[in-house]
């Protein structure tokens, strides 16, 4: 079990190419969408179509994506040429930085940058 990990995540939408593009441009500008995947460093985003889920999140606090960073200024200073809706700003704590944004159907992602 301690070889366990996350590999992907799927994220389901309405709109999914929409909601990949975001990701995309936040994230990864350089790196191709290829069959409904963005490969990140590590791990990949995977985006599906479901009918089953509403445009927007009605609970968007439910299940919060964490973004792991190396830079969070660099990573910020990108981000804010993007229109996107920031619910927590940058901010210092215990183990870190951490700043929270709404993706393009409201999820939440934390961004994270670790000390050490």
Request: net charge negative.
């Amino acid at each position: 079990m301690s070889n366990a990990r996350v590999g992907s995540l799927v994220l389901g939408s309405t709109d999914p190419k929409r909601l990949a593009a975001w990701y995309q441009a936040a994230f990864a500008p350089e790196v191709e969408i290829t069959d409904s995947v963005l490969q990140l460093s590590t791990g990949a985003m995977v985006f599906e179509e479901r009918d089953d889920v509403a445009a927007q999140s009605a609970e968007p606090g439910r299940i919060i994506i964490n973004i792991q960073v190396d830079d969070m200024s660099v990573l910020v200073a990108h981000l804010e040429k993007l229109d996107l809706e920031w619910i927590r700003p940058v901010e210092e704590i215990p183990v870190g930085t951490i700043a929270t944004l709404k993706d393009a159907d409201g999820n939440f992602v934390n961004l994270l940058q670790l000390n050490g």
